[in-house]
């Protein structure tokens, strides 16, 4: 069974920083990453990174977060840089593992991220 367990989320105020990390059990994934979701809209991704590397960025936090990934530990980090009030969410980890046949996504349980202006 598939755990990804989350850490890292908190209370920071504008302009600082904070780092998430998800750890997840089983063997390697695809391709890992973070969602987010503020109160009243739609989960939506921030970043993600595959096992080769590749990264990809929401707009809105391009140039301040900075997505890695430790594949040994299959661990995946979130750094978060000049946060803002509208980087307030609960943060998802999420990890997937993709075949010609299927893709399996698993989800962490969520960390809250509050930024304070």
């Known amino acids: 069974q598939v755990q990804l367990v989350e850490s890292g989320g908190g209370l920071v105020q504008a302009g600082g920083s904070l780092r998430l990390s998800c750890a997840a059990s089983?063997?390697?994934?695809?391709?890992m990453g973070w969602y987010r979701q503020a109160p009243g809209k739609q989960r939506e991704l921030v970043a993600s990174?595959?096992?080769?590397?590749?990264?990809n960025y929401a707009d809105s936090v391009k140039g301040r977060f900075t997505i890695s990934r430790d594949s040994a530990k299959n661990t995946v980090y979130l750094q978060m840089n000049s946060l803002k009030p509208e980087d307030t969410a609960v943060y998802y980890c999420?990890?997937?593992?993709?075949?010609?046949?299927?893709?399996?996504?698993?989800w962490g349980q969520g960390t809250q991220v509050t930024v304070s202006s």
């Open positions: 089983g063997s390697s994934f695809s391709v």
């Open positions: 990174i595959t096992k080769s590397g590749t990264t």
């Open positions: 999420n990890a997937q593992r993709i075949t010609i046949a299927s893709t399996q996504a698993y």
